[in-house]
T-cell receptor, first 109, second 114 residues
């Protein structure tokens, strides 16, 4: 029972353009949402988060949008850089954290 | 601070063998957890601990044991390894359990069970 879903296993964008990574969830009890970034042979690292009482949170080039009615969140990276190439995990929490399967982002120079 | 450390980085076991994956953190975090990462499945919670002496099961606890004798250490034991336990294992910690706590992850242990 995957409560957090990332339906796109991979995404490729050109350097300087926008990257949009999507995530859907099913559990309406989730009250906090996070994005983690993972490079090969390393553990995931926290990127950005959003509380369920907000619909947008911005941190530099990264913005997370939350649409509670659609149970959907997205991560926007503008402008995308080659160093952003990694696997991005969406996570949602109602105490314990549930993760999506990840989206591999490739930013081409 | 070393953060969250895990040993070993790689391990190959035969079916039926037992072993312990080590995890330690030096951030004085109360909450520690173990996840496994499998292709197409994301990270799934195995066991977690909200403090020394307290542990509980996550989504996929079968075949694993944990203990938490100190705040710093949270070892994961495989009692009788099975090929289905081939995975990458991540230990994580956060200041407290609860939604508003970012988790810090270790570098992972890649386990292969033959």
């Amino acid at each position: 029972d995957q409560q957090v879903k990332q339906n796109s296993p991979s995404l490729s964008v050109q350097e300087g353009r926008i990257s949009i990574l999507n995530c859907d969830y099913t559990n309406s009890m989730f009250d906090y949402f996070l994005w983690y970034k993972k490079y090969p042979a390393e553990g995931p690292t926290f990127l950005i988060s959003i509380s369920s009482i907000k619909d947008k949170n911005e941190d530099g080039r990264f913005t997370v949008f939350l649409n509670k009615s659609a149970k959907h969140l997205s991560l926007h990276i503008v402008p995308s850089q080659p160093g952003d190439s990694a696997v991005y995990f969406c996570a949602a929490s109602a105490g314990d954290m549930r993760f999506g399967a990840g989206t591999r982002l490739t930013v081409k120079p | 601070n070393a953060g969250v450390t895990q040993t070993p980085k790689f391990q190959v076991l035969k079916t039926g063998q037992s072993m312990t994956l080590q995890c330690a953190q030096d951030m004085n975090h109360e909450y520690m957890s173990w996840y496994r990462q499998d292709p197409g499945m994301g990270l799934r919670l195995i066991h977690y601990s909200v403090g020394a002496g307290i542990t509980d099961q996550g989504e996929v606890p079968n075949g694993y044991n944990v203990s938490r004798s100190t705040t710093e250490d949270f070892p994961l034991r495989l009692l009788s390894a099975a090929p289905s336990q081939t995975s990458v294992y991540f230990c994580a910690s956060s200041y407290l359990q609860g939604s508003y706590n970012e988790q810090f992850f270790g570098p992972g242990t890649r386990l292969t069970v033959l």
